[in-house]
């Protein structure tokens, strides 16, 4: 069955300290994965998509990268903005299912 | 451009009544997807439309749930029956239609049944 797996569950961070999430998806053939950011009582927005293994996207103080079995959304020097919930997502080439992943809690204390 | 329209934003009912949520997706876009979140989870597709017709509701409890999306724009989901542990945030998402495409979520609507 296929699978998305973010770890960790959360993560409290201290402004400027830079980390990174991680979401690992078992899904057999990839059409995309997704990442979004969720705030508290809002749907999920949009951040970026990544189609093939070595594919970089950067937006702000995000970057998400990606391999045959993982992404990672690396955070640079972040504030206390940044702090959501963070839900990858991936798309299988066989149908459009999309398969998110439970999200992972960022807090970033000033 | 709009986004995505969702009311009611909250409900609460008793077990056993029903309950209807309405989506009305951005303008022009073909895929229409109702999504359940449960509170520490991430969404969970229940259903995806491509226009009128349905793509995918391998996870809609078709006991209780249903949905229909109406002249390939505006889409109800309906519980009736609802179970305690329908509980959840019910979102709306749309996209173009094209492959790979974003999807665009609604604010949602919170659900509590009692």
């Known amino acids: 069955e296929d699978q998305v797996t973010q770890s960790p569950e959360a993560l409290r961070l201290q402004e400027g300290e830079s980390s990174s999430l991680n979401c690992s998806y078992t899904v057999s053939g990839l059409r995309g994965l997704f990442w979004y950011r969720q705030d508290p009582g809002k749907g999920p927005e949009f951040l970026f998509t990544l189609y093939s293994a070595g594919e970089e996207k950067e937006k702000e103080r995000l970057k998400a990268t990606l391999t045959k079995k993982e992404s990672f959304l690396h955070i640079t020097a972040p504030k206390p903005e940044d702090s959501a919930t963070y839900l990858c997502?991936?798309?299988?080439?066989?149908?459009?299912?999309?398969?998110f992943g439970a999200g992972t809690r960022l807090f970033v204390k000033a | 451009e709009a986004g995505v329209a969702q009311s009611p934003r909250y409900k609460i009912i008793e077990k056993r009544q029903s309950v209807a949520f309405w989506c009305n997706p951005i303008s022009g876009h073909a895929t229409l997807y109702w999504y359940q979140q449960i509170l520490g989870q991430g969404p969970k597709l229940l259903i995806q439309f491509q226009n009128n017709g349905v793509v995918d509701d391998s996870q809609l409890p078709k006991d209780r749930f249903s949905a229909e999306r109406l002249k390939g724009v505006d889409s109800t989901l309906k519980i009736q029956p609802a179970k305690l542990e329908d509980s959840a945030v019910y979102l709306c998402?749309?996209?173009?239609?094209?492959?790979?495409?974003?999807?665009?979520f609604g604010p949602g609507t919170r659900l509590l049944v009692l």
């Open positions: 998402a749309s996209s173009t239609g094209r492959i790979q495409e974003t999807q665009y």
């Open positions: 997502a991936s798309q299988e080439t066989g149908g459009f299912k999309t398969i």
